[in-house]
């Protein structure tokens, strides 16, 4: 066996955009119906499914390691043809596991991390045109001199 290690001579290349992710028709649907289960409709907050999300997911999707972003590609996928039933108890599921001790709750706590970071990622840094989310929650980037 030898030793396949690729070394990047310093200075390091210029920065390379990453390449834009391509959400079909089944992906947007999935996000839209996880949205729906994770961030449901409030009378304060506005629903993820109201917010347009699919104009911002690149913003996140896009600087995701390649492994990552299949795996949640193919979450997604799946989530666009399964009930809202099924997708509530899976992260119900996700959410239980998630607290077991070690090791077994591992893979779940990752799955809790990757699918409602996404959604909340998304929700939180929505950018609407009278900035709805951001006042209810009392933030506000201005710098004061």
């Not at 066996?1 to 290349?13: A, D, E, F, R």
């Not at 993820?48 to 690149?58: D, M, P, Q, R, V």
């Not at 896009?62 to 899976?90: G, H, R, V």
């Not at 998304?122 to 710098?143: F, L, P, R």
């Amino acid at each position: 066996m030898g030793n396949s290690t690729k070394y990047i001579k310093l200075p390091l290349p210029e920065y390379q955009e990453p390449r834009k992710t391509v959400f079909t028709k089944a992906h947007l649907k999935g996000v839209e119906k996880l949205g729906r289960v994770v961030m449901p409709d409030d009378s304060d907050f506005p629903a993820f499914s109201k917010i347009g999300a699919e104009k911002y997911l690149n913003r996140m999707v896009d600087y995701m390691y390649e492994d990552d972003k299949s795996a949640i590609l193919i979450i997604l996928k799946l989530f666009s043809i399964m009930p809202l039933f099924m997708i509530s108890w899976t992260m119900w599921l996700i959410e239980t596991g998630s607290k077991w001790q070690g090791m077994p709750g591992a893979p779940f706590r990752m799955l809790r991390i990757a699918l409602k970071g996404l959604i909340l990622t998304v929700y939180y840094s929505v950018v609407t045109e009278n900035q709805v989310i951001h006042s209810k929650i009392g933030y506000d980037a201005k710098i004061v001199m």
